[in-house]
């Protein structure tokens, strides 16, 4: 069985019901959620020997999510504790013209004050397969940016395959450094890079040419982002595939998407999906990203791992929550076509 670790921070999710605005919640449905940890939660609804790496206080907030990666069957044995608190993020879904909208309360949690050396990455790496992270991690704060690339030192050294999703932020770099200045060491060490049709250029400086992606209207031309992958690959060498989510947005209810990876100097495009009655979007990249690690560590195959990808997270968006809580029968049954929803008996 294939084994991947990936590294970051997990948060308390608090969602408003339905479409409530947060002026109007009384309640808030509590779950917890995180880009590594989304992934390695679809990597264990495939199959896959998934691990995540954090730290977390020692209380019974941070048992409880603890309790719940084990019971989607993630191994947690190498999360380290420490520090006051496990950070929260409050979630207020949009509809049609309202878009969704996300408050962080994050400062100061347990994994922000992680340092190197905390972690002894090369007992947590022996006999990984791959390794993932993203660029959320490296925004939180200097040690956790520290920590990442200690990691993906040690994963290069012992050759392990590493992955990064870009995922920009801009309310996260607050700590005194701009991703630009962060994220070209970090990137350096990867053998697979994804972006969705912003992130390159947020960080890199990197965009395609006469592309707005509020001007789409839900197509999104994947030929633009061929420049894109070649400039990424001519920055980072050691990168061997670069892979780009498109989202077209017509509404927050209405999106359409698919994705494309750029490999041996060829541009390869999934299906495109028309997703409809959005029912949570959140953690969409992650799916992709997970389908992704799945689809190229089974099939071997780089376009059949992309249609994999990308019906895995066309999924995700009809499931409440971080996790894409679907199985490979499921993804592999969209994948060949069959979108009617037919109840299965």
């Known amino acids: 069985?294939?084994?991947?670790?990936?590294?970051?921070?997990?948060?308390?999710?608090?969602?408003?019901?339905?479409?409530?605005?947060?002026?109007?919640?009384?309640?808030?449905?509590?779950?917890?959620?995180?880009?590594?940890?989304?992934?390695?939660?679809?990597?264990?609804?495939?199959?896959?020997?998934?691990?995540?790496?954090?730290?977390?206080?020692?209380?019974?907030?941070?048992?409880?999510?603890?309790?719940?990666?084990?019971?989607?069957?993630?191994?947690?044995?190498n999360i380290i504790r420490g520090g006051e608190r496990l950070g929260i993020y409050f979630l207020e879904t949009g509809a049609v013209a309202r878009p969704s909208k996300v408050i962080y309360d994050r400062a100061h949690s347990s994994v922000s004050e992680i340092r190197p050396g905390m972690v002894d990455w090369e007992r947590v790496l022996k006999g990984a397969d791959w390794f993932h992270w993203t660029g959320i991690t490296p925004a939180i704060s200097q040690g956790a940016a520290d920590t990442c690339l200690e990691a993906v030192r040690v994963a290069n050294r012992l050759g392990v395959f590493v992955s990064c999703d870009l995922n920009y932020r801009k309310n996260l770099w607050k700590y005194g450094k701009s991703?630009?200045?962060?994220?070209?060491?970090?990137?350096?060490?990867?053998?697979?890079?994804?972006?969705?049709?912003?992130?390159?250029?947020?960080?890199?400086?990197?965009?395609?040419?006469?592309?707005?992606a509020l001007a789409t209207a839900g197509k999104v031309d994947a030929s633009k982002f061929e420049s894109v992958c070649k400039?990424?690959?001519?920055?980072?060498?050691?990168?061997?595939?670069?892979?780009i989510t498109l989202r077209g947005s017509v509404n927050a209810n209405i999106n359409t998407w698919g994705g494309c990876i750029y490999s041996d100097g060829t541009l390869k495009q999934s299906r495109r999906y028309e997703?409809?009655?959005?029912?949570?979007?959140?953690?969409?990249?992650?799916?992709?990203?997970?389908?992704?690690?799945?689809?190229?560590?089974?099939?071997?195959?780089?376009?059949?791992?992309?249609?994999?990808?990308?019906?895995?997270?066309?999924?995700?968006?009809?499931?409440?929550?971080?996790?894409?809580?679907?199985?490979?029968?499921?993804?592999?049954?969209?994948?060949?076509?069959?979108?009617?929803?037919?109840?299965s008996r």
């Not at 790496?53 to 209380?59: A, I, K």
């Not at 350096?188 to 006469?210: S, Y």
Request: charged letters at 25%.
């Open 275 to 343: 997703i409809t009655d959005i029912v949570d979007r959140v953690g969409g990249g992650d799916s992709f990203m997970g389908g992704l690690i799945y689809g190229l560590l089974t099939y071997g195959d780089d376009r059949k791992a992309l249609d994999f990808a990308a019906a895995a997270s066309c999924l995700k968006h009809t499931v409440y929550g971080d996790y894409n809580l679907v199985t490979v029968p499921e993804v592999e049954k969209l994948m060949s076509g069959d979108t009617s929803g037919r109840v």
């Open 1 to 77: 069985m294939k084994r991947v670790v990936t590294f970051g921070e997990i948060m308390l999710r608090l969602a408003t019901p339905g479409y409530e605005r947060f002026c109007q919640a009384d309640s808030y449905n509590a779950t917890f959620g995180g880009g590594e940890a989304n992934v390695a939660v679809s990597l264990a609804n495939y199959g896959i020997d998934a691990e995540f790496v954090t730290r977390l206080p020692e209380n019974d907030i941070a048992e409880a999510c603890i309790a719940d990666l084990r019971r989607h069957n993630v191994r947690t044995g």
């Open 231 to 243: 400039q990424l690959m001519a920055k980072f060498p050691r990168a061997k595939k670069v892979a």
């Open 179 to 212: 991703a630009g200045e962060v994220m070209p060491d970090l990137v350096a060490g990867c053998d697979l890079i994804l972006g969705n049709e912003e992130d390159a250029e947020k960080v890199f400086g990197i965009k395609p040419e006469h592309f707005d």
